[in-house]
């Protein structure tokens, strides 16, 4: 049994390369399931453009089942669309109707710039990481097994809701101002809700919020909408616990 | 930011309890009002406090603007903001200005004159035709219905700075808690609603007695 599907118009971000100037286009796309996940329409409509010989629209995607934050769409004014709690490849069709026009743009922010059509350069994610977003372990053959440390059954949750962000960036597509801080938030809970995470507690804050800092973020104005958009519900309490962990470190300085 | 903005919160109240002095009694507006004027901490080392605290607000809220501005050079084609973010929170800039420039008003009917008779002119007794002139000169700002009306307007103003601004000055300073932060967000909404509805009443009170 066929069911019908929908007839779709697609307002695309298209951009050369990082140094072009980029314009919205205008795709039709016809007979889309309801069932799709938005990636597989884009799929089709990459399959129609290369079967047409144009260039199919480079956009980021991995796991496709919402863990590895690779997929990044600004979907009709809304990072990851109008669902909530769910990243572009966990977007369903079901979600728009036909006739619908969808405006598809990558992430806007300095510190992300386009590489190509919706795909933005993360790296800035990475270079914060490294500035702190990790913890010193010995390797040499003493290290102590992490379960051997009691903690508390409210920290461990807290620290381990904080990890499950997967630095996607919807919390910077989403900003006003282009801020970080959610991401960012979430990265130093995740280590300084623990104890194995002390050892470097104070650099952490200022390391990772300097680097921040360096790549053009914005600053937070603490409008909530990086939380509302998360699509793992990384909570406001990681920006207040930051704040904090700033604020008294640049004091003990 | 959130330093200054509740510094200026704390400021707000003390100035609307003198404010609604006017209302229940002359004499005792007056009174207040001639030992705010007058006393020596107050006017030498808590008004540059309280102008430093004004001023160092005004000139963060816009250079934090102009920062957070330059962190999207280009902007989204097509943006839903108000999907995940009230109006309030996305507009402070906008808020914060037409609170400025009632300040400009509001420092042109009061502030500036008061200067002038105690510092250029050296009258510290606060008499005029043998009584004390604060409230009349209060009472006589409010006659005019135009001033009146960029008063409440303003106030309106006040009310939505306020209504994000109460409780993101907490959030900024990292006073978070599970338990206490719906609480400070109600106190906030209470604050930011009555403070600014009492300055209205107020400023009506004075035209409408007239």
């Known amino acids: ?253 | 930011m959130a330093l200054s903005g509740l510094f200026l919160i704390v400021f707000l109240l003390q100035h609307f309890s003198i404010n609604l002095m006017s209302v229940f009694s002359a004499d005792l507006f007056n009174e207040v009002s001639h030992f705010m004027g007058t006393n020596s901490v107050i006017q030498y080392a808590l008004q540059p406090v309280l102008i430093f605290g004004v001023i160092f607000h005004l000139t963060m809220g816009m250079y934090l603007e102009a920062k957070n501005r330059g962190a999207r050079p280009q902007k989204y084609a097509y943006n839903k903001a108000g999907a995940s973010a009230s109006w309030m929170s996305r507009n402070m800039i906008i808020t914060g200005i037409m609170v400025m420039l009632f300040l400009g008003l509001h420092f042109y009917d009061f502030w500036f004159p008061e200067i002038k008779i105690k510092f250029i002119d050296g009258d510290w007794s606060g008499m005029e035709n043998g009584a004390y002139r604060y409230w009349d000169h209060t009472h006589h700002k409010f006659v005019d219905p135009i001033r009146v009306g960029l008063y409440c307007a303003a106030f309106v103003f006040l009310a939505l700075h306020l209504l994000h601004g109460f409780q993101s000055a907490f959030q900024s300073m990292g006073w978070r808690h599970q338990k206490y932060t719906p609480v400070v967000e109600k106190v906030g909404y209470a604050y930011a609603i009555i403070i600014p509805l009492g300055f209205i009443v107020i400023a009506l009170y004075h035209h409408l007695i007239h």
């Not at chain 1, 600004?74 to 728009?96: K, S, W, Y």
């Not at chain 1, 470097?200 to 939380?227: H, I, P, S, W, Y």
Request: aromatic fraction near 6%; proline fraction near 3%.
């Open chain 1, 1 to 253: 049994m066929s069911e019908k599907g929908m007839n779709l118009t697609l307002k695309i971000w298209r951009q050369k390369d990082s140094k072009s100037k980029g314009k919205m286009e205008t795709y039709p796309v016809t007979n889309i399931s309801e069932h799709m996940s938005f990636l597989e329409m884009l799929d089709v409509l990459n399959e129609q453009l290369v079967e047409e010989g144009k260039e199919p629209v480079a956009f980021d995607h991995d796991c496709r089942e919402g863990i590895c934050g690779m997929c990044s769409l600004h979907i009709n004014g809304e990072a990851h669309g109008p669902d909530r709690r769910v990243t572009t490849c966990q977007l369903h069709m079901r979600m728009f109707n036909d006739g619908d026009t969808i405006h598809i743009e990558p992430w806007r922010a300095k510190a992300f710039p386009v590489i190509k059509d919706l795909i933005v350069d993360r790296s800035a994610f990475d270079r914060i990481q490294h500035a702190g977003g990790f913890i010193s372990v010995n390797t040499s053959g003493n290290t102590i097994d992490a379960n051997a440390i009691p903690i508390e059954k409210e920290d461990a949750d807290e620290a381990f809701n904080a990890a499950t962000c997967i630095g996607c960036g919807a919390c910077v597509a989403s900003c006003k101002n282009a801020s970080a801080m959610l991401f960012v938030g979430a990265k130093i809970s995740q280590f300084s809700l623990l104890p194995q995470g002390q050892v470097e507690a104070k650099n952490r804050a200022l390391n990772m919020v300097k680097q921040m800092d360096l790549e053009g973020f914005g600053n937070c104005t603490n409008t909530g909408a990086c939380e509302v958009q998360c699509p793992k519900g990384i909570s406001l309490d990681n920006i207040a616990r930051m704040n904090r962990d700033f604020l008294s470190a640049s004091v003990k300085k």
